[in-house]
């Protein structure tokens, strides 16, 4: 026993309470830098997510680059806190590297889809209620998320495509605009008339509210046919009109040419037989 307290009396004791007091300050040295660290980036990602509202920025946009953002500053606070108690962080944050590049080369098609989803939600080429067609898929966009766009088709079933694919190709935005242009062709035989039927179809353009006066319609003859004689007629509408007008268009001048003797041909051939004398 009296050895003993001699040894703990000694030099060993006092080297033990320096270490502890050492290790006290550096404890309440990596607290304090966790702790301001910590403030600090709940500020900066408070005035990050600011900016982006100012901007309009796209509200999943906006939840998900504040979480990147603050637990990014985290994992920064908490390493310089690790490197006041003595840690080697330059090994940590190596092996943290290795690590994020082997998940990286794992899920390279899910970060494909990833960045192809931060991109859309920050350059918006289109939002959600419009109809689009992307990668070889047509209807309105019920949800845009980070990994892929949920899309609704008009015989409403619902279709999931990866970011990546949508952004791959082109995109056409049909509810861009406020209006559309709608294509149609009509054709009559070659022995009708043709200033009536062009007549015939500026009356039903002009009887329709939905046909807009300005850009005007255009009716044109575009061609001289194999089997009839075709016009190009293009009227402009508000975009949520286009399909209502382009099919009421459609019965009503077909209607009005059967009731004004207007023919509109299906293809023919006239076919010549000769005989010749045995």
Request: overall charge negative; proline content about 3%.
């Amino acid at each position: 026993m009296e050895q003993m307290k001699a040894w703990l009396d000694g030099d060993t004791l006092s080297r033990f309470y320096d270490g502890a007091a050492a290790f006290g300050l550096q404890l309440l040295a990596a607290l304090a830098v966790f702790v301001i660290g910590r403030w600090i980036a709940k500020g900066l990602v408070r005035a990050l997510v600011a900016a982006m509202e100012r901007a309009d920025a796209d509200s999943t946009l906006i939840g998900f680059v504040r979480n990147v953002a603050y637990w990014g500053l985290i994992a920064i606070v908490v390493i310089a806190a690790a490197g006041q108690l003595g840690v080697q962080t330059t090994s940590f944050i190596a092996v943290l590297g290795a690590a994020g590049l082997a998940i990286g080369l794992a899920l390279q098609g899910a970060l494909a889809n990833f960045a192809a989803g931060v991109l859309m939600m920050v350059f918006r080429p289109f939002k959600a209620g419009d109809y689009i067609e992307a990668a070889g898929v047509a209807g309105s966009v019920e949800e845009i998320s980070i990994f892929t766009t949920k899309l609704k088709t008009p015989d409403n079933k619902i279709v999931i495509v990866p970011n990546g694919q949508v952004t791959s190709g082109s995109i056409t935005n049909y509810s861009a605009n406020d209006t559309r242009r709608v294509d149609m062709a009509f054709g009559i035989g070659y022995g009708d008339d043709i200033d009536k039927a062009k007549r015939i179809i500026r009356e039903v353009l002009d009887a329709d509210d939905r046909v807009l006066k300005d850009p005007e319609p255009v009716i044109v003859l575009s061609e001289l046919g194999d089997s009839s004689v075709n016009f190009a007629v293009r009227p402009w509408a508000k975009s949520a009109d286009y399909w209502g007008l382009f099919f009421d268009t459609q019965e009503t001048v077909k209607k009005r040419f059967d009731a004004e003797g207007i023919s509109i041909p299906f293809p023919q051939r006239d076919v010549h037989v000769y005989q010749e004398a045995s």
